[in-house]
């Protein structure tokens, strides 16, 4: 076709500066034109071209932040349609930048159409995350949104923007609920295959500080626990809830928000990143799969370890204060001895040097 055409020789090295701004031009007036989405609405669903799928989400991006307002209303109500249906029957074989930009320019409607044209905005991103075959993809959503609309470009009026941070309030609740139950079920569902006895009090290890520290021998044996080992598609779901819950922390009013229970799985999470030897198993198994698997490992740390901080930083009160505080600390002192553990500084030393510094 004729824009493949004109996109691969842009993107040509032997293409003149001047050609390409011929292209360009090409380019912008067919965007102006009246009707050019649905012209972009076919290539999207026709071509495997990278660079004509980038052009026509441009095209939309630029029609909905724009030019939104002189959009005849049963056009845009097409394209409220057809775009999620899209993003629905392709994301599995989209490259992962297409599919987030189109994520992106569904989010954009959103910004300017939820909930009074668009009511179903919120509910279908809450459905696609409840269901195990698109949570990956609800979660990239429901990310792009956190993004988007609670911390919103200069280009929206103060009362729209207070509006859509209401909205958004409105289903907090619900969204870290959902998160928890993510985590908490892919790291109960792993921790049965990887579950070994705790070990018995008399065998030294540091469950007897921590229980003797803090009287509580069910916290100890709990994470004298192994950590589970994941497979991939649970760790990269994984990583998209804390990001996400990492966003929302970074806006959300805390203190109503953090239960104990929430507090404590992101902190199984936060032990990965303390987990050395799945990097030395990866190293001395050599191949270049069980490197990548130690790295995503402990990038799960990490990213459960920006939560902790965020809430830190924000100095979060929560309603179940006292709870929340015996948590906090029992959790961080098991994590700081973990890392610790160990009779030869040497050896202490060379394995702080070997965890990641965040």
């Not at 609920?177 to 579950?195: C, M, P, R, Y």
Request: with cysteine; net charge negative; charged share 20%.
């Amino acid at each position: 076709m004729a824009l493949e055409g004109l996109m691969t020789e842009f993107f040509h090295d032997c293409t003149t500066n001047e050609r390409k701004r011929e292209i360009e031009e090409l380019l912008d007036n067919f965007a102006q034109q009246i009707g050019a989405w649905r012209l972009c609405l076919y290539f999207l669903s026709s071509t495997r071209n990278d660079y004509v799928m980038m052009y026509s989400l441009t095209v939309f991006e630029n029609l909905i932040n724009k030019m939104w307002l002189g959009v005849p209303s049963q056009d845009k109500m097409e394209i409220r349609s057809c775009l999620p249906k899209l993003l629905l029957a392709h994301h599995k074989t989209l490259p992962y930048f297409i599919r987030n930009k189109l994520c992106k320019v569904i989010v954009d409607i959103g910004r300017q159409d939820w909930p009074m044209f668009y009511h179903d905005f919120f509910t279908n991103i809450l459905q696609l995350i409840q269901s195990p075959v698109t949570t990956p993809l609800g979660l990239i959503m429901l990310k792009t949104t956190s993004e988007e609309l609670a911390c919103p470009r200069e280009d929206l009026s103060v009362a729209r923007k207070e509006e859509l941070r209401k909205l958004l309030l409105d289903q907090v609740q619900a969204v870290l609920g959902l998160l928890t139950g993510i985590l908490e079920t892919v790291w109960d569902k792993h921790s049965v295959t990887a579950a070994t006895p705790p070990p018995s009090p008399t065998s030294g290890e540091s469950g007897d500080l921590l229980s003797n520290l803090l009287q509580s021998p069910s916290s100890a044996k709990l994470l004298n626990q192994p950590i589970p080992i994941l497979d991939a598609e649970s760790e990269y779901i994984c990583s998209l809830a804390l990001e996400c819950l990492a966003h929302l922390f970074s806006w959300i009013p805390l203190s109503a928000s953090i239960t104990p229970s929430l507090l404590t799985t992101i902190f199984h999470f936060a032990r990965f990143g303390c987990d050395i030897r799945a990097r030395k198993m990866a190293s001395v198994n050599g191949s270049s799969q069980n490197c990548v698997l130690g790295q995503e490992r402990g990038r799960l740390g990490v990213l459960a370890m920006s939560c902790i901080n965020e809430l830190m930083s924000k100095n979060c009160v929560p309603m179940e204060f006292e709870e929340y505080l015996l948590r906090m600390f029992q959790q961080t002192f098991y994590l700081l001895q973990k890392i610790t553990k160990d009779n030869n500084a040497h050896t202490v030393k060379s394995r702080l040097e070997e965890l990641d510094e965040r």
